[in-house]
């Protein structure tokens, strides 16, 4: 069945305790934390110390998407903040070197994710399949919660999920940006095995609904 992870990107902040309590009756399968640092990004969202209080209200899942310019230096300190999952982009300029980048997370004791802008080809990902644990593919450009999803997003998660396939590895496949009761099935019929739904779930007026339906279950 496929996981469904709310971004909380477009939350309350004021009441951000009270979203994840919430989330923790809704049925999601983990939490997706968006790390911005307004230079990989143009915009900023919040940082290790924030993932480390969320750490202390859930059991869920802590799914971090990192945004940032450089990646490194943030290894430990979203391991030691308590994230399950740790995902960077192969945009980033501290992503040279991305297979140690990804081999680093690991060490870290937390499952390696790799992202692509929408404009980047499924190419990138040719040798590092066996490197990672969940590829994340951005289905808007990232920055922002609530933008429309990018269509062409489909035919690159078939061919990411195929090439998976035929090299016999099982990352997650993980689509984040636009998803929505619209459009979450032809997603999944694609090959996503993770959605990521920021404005859909957390904005709903019935989160745990809507996340039901995604699943599958209603
Ligand atoms: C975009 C972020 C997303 C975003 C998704 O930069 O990576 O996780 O919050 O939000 P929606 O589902 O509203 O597009
Ligand atoms: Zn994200």
Redesign the pocket.
């Known amino acids: 069945m496929v996981k469904i992870s709310p971004?909380i990107?477009?939350a309350d902040f004021c009441e951000i305790g009270n979203t994840i309590r919430m989330l923790n009756h809704s049925g999601a399968d983990w939490i997706?934390l968006?790390i911005?640092d307004n230079v990989f990004?143009p915009n900023m969202s919040f940082g290790q110390s924030t993932v480390r209080d969320i750490r202390k209200i859930t059991k869920l899942p802590l799914d971090v998407?990192l945004?940032v310019y450089d990646p490194t230096p943030y290894v430990t300190r979203f391991a030691e903040a308590g994230a399950d999952y740790l995902t960077v982009h192969v945009e980033s300029p501290g992503c040279t070197h991305l297979q140690r980048v990804l081999r680093s997370i690991r060490d870290a004791g937390m499952k390696a994710g790799v992202s692509l802008n929408p404009a980047t080809p499924h190419q990138a990902l040719e040798y590092i399949y066996e490197d990672a644990d969940l590829i994340l593919i951005?289905s808007?450009n990232?920055?922002?919660?609530?933008?429309k999803f990018l269509p062409q997003s489909l035919r690159k998660i078939e061919v990411i999920a195929n090439r998976a396939v035929q090299l016999g590895v099982a990352p997650e496949i993980q689509v984040?940006?636009?998803?929505?009761l619209e459009n979450f099935r032809s997603i999944v019929a694609a090959g996503a095995t993770v959605l990521?739904?920021?404005?859909?779930v957390v904005d709903a007026t019935d989160p745990a609904g809507v996340i039901r339906m995604m699943r599958g279950e209603a």
Do not use: R
């Not at 990232?142 to 933008?147: A, C, I, L, S, V």
């Not at 984040?176 to 929505?180: F, L, S, T, Y």
């Open positions: 971004s990107l477009t997706h968006d911005m990004v998407h945004m951005m808007v990232p920055g922002f919660g609530g933008q984040d940006g636009g998803v929505n990521v739904a920021g404005h859909a």
